[in-house]
């Protein structure tokens, strides 16, 4: 039986961060992973999906070269080209991780974990295979797309996130049941290939969690690209008929399609056996402390199974706290480590146009704080944007009016992803505005527009019309 003094199981970026992390700190680590690392996000799930953001983005601008001062062209579009691409990019980080491993010599056991048990002070994990032993266990098991009552994927005609990845060819036209970052992101790829589009979603708005302004915009750019945006609907069902997929809607509609994505959120994929142990979960989730611990000692976890913030980065950072308290408990110290403040973490929607944003939103910081300063600036303002015909957006800045401390950033626009990071910064920094006159922001930059909207919570905006 083959012992470690960790097993993480699950490899996506937060396990195999976590893994690289450990071995740094000379602990030894093996990683159980019953496909290949990289998990979701880099196999079927961010990277593949930002691969086709970028061809969409590039179509897009072929397409209206005239606005650039160039020459028209005829482009035509060979999907299939866009589809090996994204698998060589996929193909090349994934082998690009398992290097690493091989390089640290940190096991993946490529097998799935059925259960676990403890005997003594040694936990037991058993797969379909064999067992291992562990003193320490870090649960990494992601999440799976969650379907709707009487709607079941398939992944040929309902498709998953992953499965409307494995499409070699466009459909002729598609149905996004739900319109948060995954539904919308997807809606903009595919519109942007000529796909006919449409977006259903139940609640009032799309990207709900998102700041009113930003949703609000956001639906203004998808419709401006034909994507057709029903909120306050629910699909009641969908049934396959002669002429495609028939979806019966709540507000007594039908619509016809050749394919549909459902993107009603994600479930923690926690299908574990804990023979003898009770393991603390609430709706599947397993429920963790500051440090990534769960109710039973020496047992962690992170990234999506947790539910606290699906995002692969939260995973990430989830497992360094949690391999920074092992290596305490194995070295017997008691180094500081800083806890992770949920809401300060950028979070990023691949559209066109792209959103970034950190912080609370603007009615989440009234809530909390009462009174409140907002500034904004329009990338219709900002030089760099208009050198690159993208001035569609602003920025949008949240502080508190007591102290002047920066709360939220929003940004809808070029680069929003890129960007978000500045406000990420100052937020987990605690600045405030009189704080914000000591940085200088180069030109001509997108960055300026941040500058002008941290200006704009003392109305000095210099270039805001």
């Known amino acids: 039986m083959q012992k470690h003094r960790v097993i993480i199981i699950g490899g996506g970026p937060g396990g195999y961060e976590t893994a690289i992390r450990l071995s740094q700190y000379g602990i030894d680590v093996a990683v159980l992973e ?96 064999a067992e291992y032993t562990a003193d320490y266990i870090i649960v990494a098991t992601g999440s799976g797309p969650r379907s709707l009552p009487g709607i079941e994927i398939d992944e040929q005609d309902i498709l998953s996130s992953t499965g409307i990845l494995k499409l070699d060819q466009l459909p002729k036209s598609l149905a996004v049941v739900g319109g948060g970052v ?103 989730a397993i429920q963790i402390n500051q440090l990534m611990q769960t109710n039973l000692p020496r047992v962690y976890a992170i990234g999506d199974v947790t539910a606290k913030l ?25 180094e500081h480590i800083e806890p992770l403040i949920y809401e300060n973490i950028p979070r990023c929607t691949f559209t066109h146009p792209e959103i970034g944003s950190v912080g609370l939103t603007e009615q989440e910081a009234r809530d909390k704080y009462g009174e409140i300063l907002t500034g904004r600036f329009p990338f219709t303002a900002n030089g760099k944007a208009m050198s690159m015909s993208n001035t569609f957006g602003f920025v949008k800045t949240i502080a508190r009016a007591d102290n002047q401390q920066l709360v939220g950033m929003h940004i809808i626009g070029p680069q929003a992803a890129e960007l978000i990071a500045q406000g990420g910064i100052l937020i987990s920094m605690k600045a405030n505005v009189s704080d914000l006159e000591s940085i200088v922001f180069a030109h001509p930059t997108l960055s300026e527009a941040l500058k002008e909207a941290l200006e704009d919570l003392s109305g000095l905006s210099i270039h805001k019309i």
């Open 182 to 284: 995954i539904g919308c992101e997807f809606a903009s790829i595919f519109a942007s290939f000529g796909v006919e589009v449409q977006i259903i979603e139940f609640l009032p708005r799309i990207i709900a969690l998102e700041d009113e302004e930003i949703s609000k915009r956001l639906t203004m750019a998808l419709k401006k690209a034909g994507i057709k945006i029903q909120t306050g609907v629910a699909v009641q069902s969908v049934t396959k008929t002669t002429e495609g997929m028939e979806l019966s809607l709540s507000n007594e509609s039908k619509l016809t399609v050749d394919k549909v994505l459902l993107s009603v959120g994600r479930t923690p994929s926690n299908n574990i056996t804990w023979q003898g142990l009770e393991l603390e979960t609430d709706r599947g």
């Open 310 to 334: 699906q995002l692969a980065h939260t995973a990430s950072k989830q497992g360094l706290i949690a391999a920074a308290d092992i290596k305490n408990k194995i070295e017997n110290k008691q």
């Open 34 to 129: 019953g496909e290949r690392i990289g998990g979701i996000c880099l196999n079927w799930g961010c990277i593949p999906t930002k691969t086709l953001v970028k061809s969409a983005e590039l179509f897009s601008e072929m397409k209206d070269s005239e606005s650039f001062g160039l020459p028209a062209v005829e482009v035509n579009l060979d999907y299939s080209k866009v589809w090996d691409r994204k698998n060589k990019i996929v193909e090349q980080l994934v082998s690009g991780i398992e290097y690493l491993f091989r390089k640290r010599k940190i096991p993946v056991i490529k097998e799935f974990a059925r259960s676990i048990r403890k005997e003594g002070d040694d936990y037991i994990i058993s797969t379909d295979q």
